[in-house]
C-alpha cells in the first residue's frame, strides 16, 4: 500500500513540474508568435507584418542580451528594459496607423504583467 502511495505521488509530482515547466516557458511569446497575434488583433498589412516581426527580433535580441550581460544587476536591466520599450513604441508608431497604435497601447495596457499574481492588480508602470 504504502508503495503504491508514494508511486501516485511521483507521477503527481511529475505532472506538477512539466505542468509548471511548459507554462513558464509559454509566458513568453516568441517574436513571431507576438507579430501573428497582433495581425489578427490589428489586421496589420503584410508590409507591416514584416516591420513589426524585425522590431520585436530586434527588441527579444536586446532584451535576451541585457539579462545574460547583467545578471545580478537589476536596476541596469530595469534600465535597458526601460529603454528598450521607448524605442519598442517609437519604432511602432512609425509603422502602425493612428488607429491600430492606440488600439495596440490599448491591448498593452491591459495585458497581465509578468509576475502578475491572479486577480490581483499589477504594479503601475515607472514611466
Known sequence: MHRSIRDTLVVI????????????????????????????????????????LEIFKKSDKEMRA????NAGDRDKVREIMQKNRKETEAQMKKVLTEEQFAKWEKLRSEAPRRGQLEGKPAAPDSK
Open 66 to 69: 541585457a539579462f545574460s550581460d
Open 13 to 52: 509530482l511529475a505532472i506538477v513540474v512539466v505542468a509548471t515547466t511548459a507554462l513558464a516557458q509559454r509566458v513568453r511569446m516568441s517574436p513571431e508568435e507576438r507579430t501573428e497575434q497582433l495581425t489578427k488583433q490589428l489586421s496589420l498589412t503584410e508590409e507591416q507584418k514584416g516591420k513589426v
